[in-house]
């Protein structure tokens, strides 16, 4: 949402490796009423959860969806830059007979549990073709020789900033 504050073809650039691994990317304007039909189609006959950071527009979107003002609207933070919490606990509206959302608060900071170090490739999709293919199993996909999955990251075939993401998450779950 709120793609009139954004230049397009930078956040297609940034968001261009999830739509290569299948994942359904709207670039959409509440404000200028931009593909919000493309959104409705995709979610109408389904549960869809709305979630993200404080001040993206999930409320908006939710409002235009229902057709009316549900939920309250505040304006980004002067003093902080950042959303401020608008909507405090989970609520599922109900669309239209065959279609809800579910909106959210506000995430500030995202974390993961339950979830061991080396279980963390199998939570990146684009790692599953070569995960097999290295010589070690099971490999953390760091150092290790004969990694297919840094080879892949090598020949270009697995995204740099996806594999960074990975070994910044693999951090943090050794810290916890």
Same mark, same amino acid.
């Given at each position: ?33 931009? +593909?919000?039909?493309? *959104?409705?189609?995709?979610? #109408?006959? =389904? &549960?869809?959860?709305?979630? %993200?950071?404080?001040?993206? @527009? ?30 405090? +606990?989970?609520?599922? *509206?109900?669309?239209?007979? #065959?279609? =809800? &959302?579910?909106?959210?608060? %506000?995430?500030?900071?995202? @974390? ?65």
């Amino acid at each position: 949402n709120k793609m009139e504050l954004a230049i397009e073809s930078l956040v297609r650039e940034d968001l261009a490796v999830y739509e290569r691994l299948g994942y359904k990317v709207f670039y959409i304007s509440v404000e200028e009423q931009q +593909n919000l039909q493309q *959104v409705y189609d995709f979610i #109408n006959g =389904s &549960i869809t959860l709305l979630s %993200g950071q404080s001040g993206v @527009g999930k409320s908006s979107l939710l409002n235009y969806l229902y057709g009316e003002k549900i939920q309250k609207i505040l304006e980004i933070s002067d003093s902080s830059g950042k959303g401020r919490h608008t909507t405090s +606990n989970a609520t599922l *509206v109900k669309i239209n007979e #065959n279609t =809800s &959302i579910i909106d959210t608060p %506000g995430i500030r900071e995202f @974390g993961l549990w339950g979830i061991e170090a080396e279980e963390l490739a199998l939570m990146f999709d684009d790692f599953e073709p070569y995960r097999d293919k290295c010589k070690f199993i099971p490999c953390t996909h760091i150092h290790e020789p004969k990694c297919a999955v840094q080879e892949a990251l090598e020949r270009g075939e697995i995204d740099e900033e996806r594999y960074q993401s990975y070994l910044n998450i693999y951090e943090t779950l050794l810290d916890m």
